[in-house]
């Protein structure tokens, strides 16, 4: 196929040989440049690929092309340099080719009539930037490249025009799919079948983009069959088949091609598990690893396809899955492999080997890679919304890997899976707090360096600005990202700092246990267990009554009941559902342990004890659970996200300086958010107990006021709605009078710099109620304040009733002051405790009134 090209090349390279002059020189290297990439496109030899890229480069460096004639060309190197990242280039073909791109965008009038087709290039390049970092930020650039290209492009009366029409659509169609899939929006992926219908419509079998339009059209219709449509998987590998059979043998985009039909038989035998169609799945994932370069980023996935056929097809046969065990395995060790590839490998791996005879030992090396690899899968170059919903696709890692640990027999082990896996953006900020007062003195560079950098990492992002803006802001976390990665390297060879931000050893997380025991509960789909964290040692205590499924059904019911409304029936009966619930935590976590520690009933002294629940445990109570007694009468519940947060928090001194009194915030009157009539007899409340309290009411609690008080202050207090972002958790925020125009969210709060920082009383709906997507990760706003420093902080699991609210506050600022008075350390625990039991005793049946507040902390 390629000879004819062969010999076109050929006749240029004697043609440029006898050019005349410098104009003819290189305009003959520009269409020299042209056939080596259709010579690629055609044969997909990466040479010829590298000829493309160099001729372009060379005719851009002579200079003959000035202005805008120059212009077409940098699109051709952009879109050059976007082939070869796809086939395997390193992320600097990218980079440089949006910023060829941006170039080309901004000098051309929206009135040329290649400004389209220049749009549609930028959006391609920011769409495959996407797939290389999976940066939603660009995701969206290019959905605005592309819908920009959408509106300006003519319709299809010319065949030029038809060709740019139909391949605008698709693309857009394409990427709204994508949008769909990391956003969830519902409109997105219907726009996306409908566009990807009409241009795969648009064009016969034979046309050059014709198995394009195809692929497009099965991505499309695979991501509705994935979001309820099963109906549309026959018709999805149907687009498939017929764009893998248009594409030639050895093109670029065959790998891809590959990729995409076996996913979707995938899911057609996961919704019909015919023999057949097992087959079939098979062969297209044994001829997609064959196809697939060792180089190219679809291979990790092509290897995941093959491992879950083989142990598709062992399962259906009765077999050991040998041969998906070793597949998974070697791509989770492969180290050329992006990390979220391998961790998803490893992840398969580690529960084939724990479900396989004899090899608990490999499962628990394979738990422990996957655990590894989850802060680099959700590292610092990520965008915080991109991290959470990352460690979202891996909620129950952790637990499942300490489930392993705890079934070969090692709970230290399994203590320490967990509190690697658990948290893990938490830990990311805890690394920015660390000590290097030490450090200071053997190596004050370094530890100036690192003084620098944590506060660039902390710092909020500059407001991008621009087009393809997004890939600036991306690459300066990615640049900061290796900065930092490479000062731990170089401080852990100072000595006496070779441990220098490890993750915490056994001896360091069992320090947690040193004030009062710490129940560790996790909940897996393998097994449930505490970890009863005391006197220097774990111990371990089966929850036989516990399931993964039980306690996300829990959940489920629990936050449906405390939320419910309507006719009295229906209040009531959700009251006894509250109760029939906290009965069942009684009985199957909150009891057994306690009898573990030693508490079989009330105390008159009640003592000290932490909880640190896993997974759907975190949206219940626990310290309020009752059957007969309650936990509220033996013992003074805390919780905490991880150990060692909770370490850090006793260890940490507040430096002197802070300004005396508490902030005091209350919001009586909310832009959209109903009033709250007992906010300002709260907050003056609160004032009256303690001297030197500053108050901001109404329009004077403004974002950028109430973050400057903070800074000044040890504690704080807000009587104020919060709104919670279901998608996007880190966006969840108080509702301060300008939260419309300036939010104060949880990821604002969590970079805050507050060095007094010591309590915080959030008297607010909901605000240690987690994320369904990551409950482990502490992305609200109780963990918000504690991430920002705040040893203690009081929050609550569900929206509270304002005067209820107010009369928790009445009673524990009172204990608070006489604390203060005393020069006593603040004992918040121990007055929300009496608090809650107060409102218990007065209202025993309501427990929606008294259970929901928290207290987050040492």
């Keep these: 196929m390629t000879q004819p090209l062969d010999h076109r090349i050929a006749e240029l390279d004697r043609l440029l040989a006898a050019a005349g002059t410098p104009e003819e020189h290189w305009g003959l290297r520009n269409d020299r440049a042209t056939l080596y990439w259709t010579r690629y496109e055609e044969a997909g030899r990466l040479p010829d690929l590298a000829h493309t890229i160099a001729e372009f480069r060379a005719v851009l460096a002579a200079g003959v092309l000035g202005g805008s004639a120059a212009l077409p060309t940098m699109s051709n190197l952009a879109g050059a340099l976007t082939l070869r990242a796809k086939a395997g280039g390193g992320p600097e073909d990218l980079r440089e080719a949006v910023e060829l791109l941006r170039t080309v965008v901004a000098g051309t009038p929206a009135a040329d ?11 391609g390049v920011l769409l495959g930037y996407h797939h290389a970092t999976g940066d939603s930020a660009v995701l969206h650039e290019a959905r605005a490249a592309f819908q920009a290209a959408h509106d300006v492009a003519a319709g299809p009366d010319t065949p030029e025009r038809r060709e740019h029409w139909v391949a605008t659509r698709s693309n857009l169609g394409e990427c709204l799919r994508l949008v769909h899939a990391v956003t969830g929006e519902p409109e997105a992926l219907d726009q996306a079948v409908a566009l990807a219908r009409t241009a795969a ?33 026959a018709e999805a590998a149907a687009a498939a088949r017929a764009a893998l059979a248009a594409t030639p043998g050895g093109h670029p985009n065959e790998p891809e091609r590959h990729t995409v039909y076996a996913g979707i038989l995938r899911a057609a035998y996961a919704a019909d598990p015919d023999p057949a169609l097992l087959n079939r799945f098979r062969r297209a994932a044994r001829s997609a690893v064959r196809a697939t370069p060792a180089a190219h980023p679809n291979a990790g996935w092509a290897r995941l396809l093959l491992g879950r056929a083989e142990y598709a097809h062992a399962d259906r046969s009765g077999q050991e899955p040998t041969v998906a065990r070793e597949l998974f395995r070697d791509t989770a060790q492969n180290l050329e492999l992006p990390p979220g590839v391998r961790a998803v490998a490893a992840r398969h791996w580690s529960l084939l080997a724990f479900l396989g005879s004899g090899r608990l030992a490999e499962a628990v090396r394979a738990f422990g890679l996957a655990v590894a690899l989850l802060p680099q899968t959700a590292g610092r170059a990520q965008a915080a919304v991109d991290a959470e919903r990352l460690l979202g696709e891996h909620r129950h890692l952790a637990a499942d890997a300490a489930a392993c640990a705890l079934t070969a027999g090692d709970p ?12 893990v953006l938490l830990s990311q900020t805890l690394d920015t707090w660390a000590d290097v007062t030490e450090l200071a003195a ?38 900061l990202a290796r900065r930092w990665s490479a000062l731990i390297d170089r401080i852990r060879t100072v000595p006496g700092h070779e441990g220098f931000l490890a993750p915490p050893s056994l001896p360091e997380l069992l320090a947690a246990g040193r004030d009062g025991p710490v129940a560790v509960v996790n909940v897996s789909g393998l097994r449930c267990d505490a970890l009863l964290v005391r006197d220097g040692r774990v111990e371990v205590l089966p929850l036989p009554g516990l399931t993964l499924d039980g306690a996300e059904e829990a959940a489920r019911r629990f936050l449906a009941a405390v939320t419910a409304t309507g006719s009295l029936a229906e209040v009531a009966a959700a009251g006894e559902t509250v109760r029939e619930l906290l009965g069942w935590l009684w009985r199957t976590v909150t009891g057994p342990v306690l009898a573990a520690l030693g508490v079989t009933g009330p105390r008159g002294t009640p003592g000290r004890m932490w909880w640190m629940p896993c997974g759907p445990l975190a949206f219940l109570p626990l310290h309020a659970a009752e059957d007969g007694w309650s936990a509220l009468d033996a013992v003074v519940s805390s919780y905490t996200p991880t150990l060692r947060s909770l370490c850090h928090h006793r260890d940490r001194a507040v430096p002197p300086g802070a300004v005396d009194g508490p902030l005091v915030v209350a919001m009586p009157h909310t832009p959209a ?12 409340t609160v004032a009256a107990l303690h001297p030197g309290a500053h108050l901001l009411i109404g329009p004077a609690a403004t974002g950028a006021q109430v973050l400057a008080e903070l800074t000044r202050r040890r ?10 972002r279901a998608d996007q958790p880190g966006l969840s925020r108080l509702l301060l009078h300008d939260h419309e125009r300036r939010p104060l969210t949880v990821r604002e709060l969590s970079r805050a710099h507050l060095p007094h920082a010591e309590l915080a009383y959030l008297s607010a709906c ?19 304040f504690h991430l920002a420093g705040y040893g203690q902080v009081v929050g609550t699991l569900w929206r509270v009733a304002d005067d209820v609210a107010a009369d928790v506050t009445a009673y524990v600022h009172e204990r608070l002051a006489a604390d203060a008075a005393a020069h006593r350390p603040l004992d918040a625990a121990t007055a929300l405790h009496g608090a809650i039991r107060r409102l218990r005793d007065r209202y025993p049946a309501a427990a929606a009134l008294w259970a929901g507040h928290v207290h987050v902390g040492r």
């Design 113 to 123: 009539e290649r400004y389209g087709g220049r749009l549609l290039n930028l959006g």
């Design 766 to 784: 909901a605000t240690g109620h987690p994320a369904r997507t990551v409950p482990d990760e502490a992305v609200h706003l109780t963990g918000a």
């Design 201 to 233: 419509g648009a064009l016969p079998t034979g046309h050059p983009l014709y198995a394009r339009m195809q692929s497009n059209l099965a991505l499309a219709l695979a991501g509705a069959a994935h979001a309820g449509q099963p109906e549309m998987l």
């Design 412 to 423: 230290g082990l399994a203590l320490r899976l967990l509190e690697q896996g658990r948290g």
């Design 673 to 684: 958010a109903p009033p709250l009539p007992h906010a300002v007899r709260e907050a003056e």
């Design 715 to 724: 504690w704080a207090h807000f009587a104020c709605h919060a709104a919670g």
């Design 442 to 479: 053997r190596h004050p560079a370094l530890a100036a360096e690192f003084t620098e950098l944590r506060g660039l990492t902390r710092a909020e992002p500059a407001p991008a600005e621009g087009v393809a803006a997004g890939v600036a802001a991306a690459e300066e976390r990615a640049h």
